[in-house]
């Protein structure tokens, strides 16, 4: 299976799915809190609240510290919102091939 694109990771499916994917149990409140609760600072820090979707999605699946390493590793790029895109979904694949 190839690498997810982006839209695939926010969306939650990929074409190139087969018959032996794991379906995913509903995300509880806690988690859902969580996840708004970081998406809307990694929003702020960063200055851009495009990709909120996204950010929200990188919540679910990656630690705090995870997503807060890449926005200050974003932030000191040319480009920081494509630079933080880039490093989550780099981080989400990371931690998909090591489940």
Not at 15 to 38: G, L, T, W, Y
Not at 75 to 92: A, E, F, I, M, T
């Amino acid at each position: 299976m190839g690498n997810p694109s982006i839209n695939d990771i926010v969306n939650g499916y990929s074409f190139k799915r087969n018959n032996n994917d794991i379906v995913q149990r509903p995300k509880s409140r806690q988690e859902i809190e969580r996840a708004d609760r970081i998406a809307d600072i990694v929003c702020r820090k960063i200055g851009s609240s495009g990709a909120r979707a996204f950010y929200c999605k990188a919540a679910y699946e990656l630690s705090e510290d995870q997503i807060y390493s890449c926005v200050e590793k974003a932030l000191k790029g040319r480009c920081p919102v494509k630079y933080l895109s880039w490093l989550l979904s780099h981080q989400l694949r990371t931690n998909a091939s090591r489940s």
